[in-house]
């Protein structure tokens, strides 16, 4: 056990001094410091705590003496656990072995047991995970503060909040501590070097994606139908919910049964959670025999999988998954039979990579803003027809951001790696860069005109807005895609980390200069209530102008680069 303990002391320390000698991350943990400091002792007037105001202290009065005190305590308390329970429910799809190289060649060859390790990796991580609601209560201590102070006003028995927090800590203990166990043992259980471990892995996370996906699409399903508070409490007892969120079913009945002198859900809730530690211990203890097994064959190649996250460069990561076998290959004849001749040859070229390398990539970010498109339709249910038009623009040009963000970030390291073959094409340097950028945001265009597409099926009096989304999306996405590959080009080491994060900061800077003309003017012409479509076409002239003038400086840019020097 000494042996372990001095590794992971000095591995902190080691950690902390990185820390403080790089001046990269010593930047960035200045900014979260001084911003927490600032939060916490020089709060903005926002940001203090305040009563509610007397229409909300009366809508609180008027929820309580409606409906029974115990039922939204326990509503609250299970909300924060299942809150909590979907961010440590999707570690079990990680490897926890997370061994380094220096491990394998150090640590494997002594006479510690891996069970040993195993129980010490346990409770290392179980002390981790204690501290995760840390940053939630650090941040959400204000606004929560402000809330429980008056409910403790209309309640009967003030202190029965203080008693719950109380016990709803306790109850945190075991929780943390059975989906650590539950994490170990789907991840050495998932993770062995066979291949039904590979299938079960597969299973269970695409098994993970729809269950979450579902719990979304039901919460979101049963909002719009609120009416009042009530509603809310009402979701938060659903079946559906409760038996999703196990675990935090079992800790509500925990605090529950305790304020309330109940012995039945105590004892139940208590049970079912150590009953899920004693399993998943037992399951974890029987594959620890393959644990160094899984660290020996991902120990390393974990090294290269860091250094191409970190660089950013998601093809290459998909790369290395395909050598290892993990990538199955795609047929993408129906592409393949596309007659794309001149530069629309890149677009083809570009459209076949995509899916046979980015396809993961491609279907969470379609999710992610086809999802954003719903918000939307609840604010129209709400509001005016023109803020849920407003909204719909707004996060449709957010999701163009991410996506062609997130796309061509790795594409255009790619491009560099193949200059050597492309710049003898036929073509100009600033039709390779203006068609290489097109490209790249083409999945971003395709998305919108979908989005958009569904919102004039599902609410025909924004057709309008989406219309002028459909108009305005391509152009931003290209502008978004031009800036990218200039800041790429300009700064092309990406084994640097510094050069890596100055194009990052780069790049928003440059972002936010070619994006504000457009943003001011389409601002301008509708605070005016010109029509959408109109300021629509008039912004994306202007940023037809931009991309012009981004691809021209690229081209040059790309003419003189070599990927020697």
């Given amino acids: 056990m000494k042996p372990l303990l001095f590794l992971t002391a000095r591995t902190f320390v080691n950690g902390i001094r990185r820390a403080v000698t790089n001046p990269r991350r010593l930047i960035g943990l200045i900014m979260a410091l001084a911003w927490l400091g600032r939060y916490i002792f020089f709060p903005f007037r926002g940001e ?4 509610f105001s007397r229409a909300n202290a009366g809508r609180a009065t008027e929820l309580i003496s409606s409906m029974d005190a115990v039922r939204i305590m326990d509503a609250l308390v299970f909300t924060f656990f299942a809150f909590i329970t979907l ?9 926890r072995t997370s061994f380094r190289p ?4 150090v640590l494997f060859p002594t006479p510690v047991e891996p069970k040993l390790v195993l129980v010490f990796r346990i409770f290392r991580d179980y002390l981790v995970t204690l501290l995760a609601p840390l940053f939630f209560i650090v941040v959400g201590y204000r606004p929560a503060a402000a809330g429980v102070t008056s409910l403790k006003r209309v309640l009967e028995d003030p202190s029965a909040i ?6 709803a800590s306790i109850a945190w203990f075991l929780v943390a501590l059975s989906w650590v166990c539950i994490n170990y043992a789907a991840s050495l259980f998932m993770n062995r070097s066979d291949l039904a471990s590979d299938r079960n892995k597969r299973i269970f996370g695409w098994s993970m994606a729809t269950i979450i996906v579902s719990v979304f699409g039901f919460i ?19 079946p559906v919910l409760r038996t999703i969120f196990f675990t935090a079913t079992l800790a509500a009945w925990i605090v529950h049964g305790i304020v309330q002198g109940e012995a039945l859900p105590t004892i139940a809730g208590l049970a079912g959670l150590l009953g899920i530690i004693v399993i998943s ?13 899984q660290a020996a064959v991902r120990g390393f190649d974990s090294i290269n999988a860091r250094k191409l996250q970190q660089s950013g460069d998601t093809i290459g990561l998909m790369v290395e998954q395909a050598r290892r076998g993990k990538l199955k290959a795609r047929r993408t004849r129906w592409i393949a039979r596309i007659n794309a001749p001149g530069g629309w040859a890149l677009l083809w070229r570009e459209a076949i990579i995509m899916l046979r390398s980015t396809l993961p990539v491609i279907i969470l970010f379609s999710l992610m803003t086809m999802g954003l498109s719903l918000i939307p339709l609840f604010a129209e249910r709400k509001g005016s027809a023109e803020v849920a038009g407003g909204l719909f623009i707004l996060f449709q040009a957010f999701g163009a951001f991410i996506m062609s963000s997130a796309i061509a970030q790795a594409g255009f390291i790619e491009m560099l790696r193949r200059v050597d073959v492309q710049k003898p094409l036929p073509f100009s340097f600033s039709n390779q860069v203006l068609f290489e950028i097109m490209a790249k ?24 807005f989406a219309l002028a989304t459909m108009i305005a999306m391509p152009f931003l996405s290209v502008l978004l895609c031009g800036v990218t590959c200039l800041m790429t080009i300009l700064f092309p080491d990406y084994d640097d980390p510094t050069q890596r994060g100055f194009r990052g900061l780069m790049n928003l800077v440059g972002i936010v200069a070619s994006c504000s003309p457009g943003v001011v003017i389409f601002i301008l012409l509708t605070a005016i209530h010109l029509s959408p479509i109109i300021s629509a076409l008039i912004v994306s002239l202007v940023n037809m102008g931009v991309i ?17 020097e």
């Fill in 48 to 51: 203090r705590v305040q009563d």
């Fill in 87 to 95: 961010f440590l429910a999707l570690g079990s799809l990680n490897t």
């Fill in 102 to 105: 220096a491990d394998v060649d």
């Fill in 162 to 167: 203080s008693q719950t927090m109380r016990l």
């Fill in 220 to 238: 979101y399903w049963q909002a719009t139908q609120f009416d009042g508070w009530r509603d809310a409490v009402n979701l938060a007892e659903s």
């Fill in 281 to 293: 211990i037992r399951i974890a203890m029987t594959q620890a025999g393959w644990m160094y097994d």
């Fill in 441 to 464: 945001a083409l999945l971003a265009i395709i998305i919108s005109w979908v989005c958009s597409i569904l919102m004039v099926v599902a609410k025909p009096a924004l057709w309008q």
């Fill in 548 to 564: 012009a003038l981004v691809s021209m400086i690229a081209g040059n840019q790309y003419a003189q680069f070599n990927p020697s």
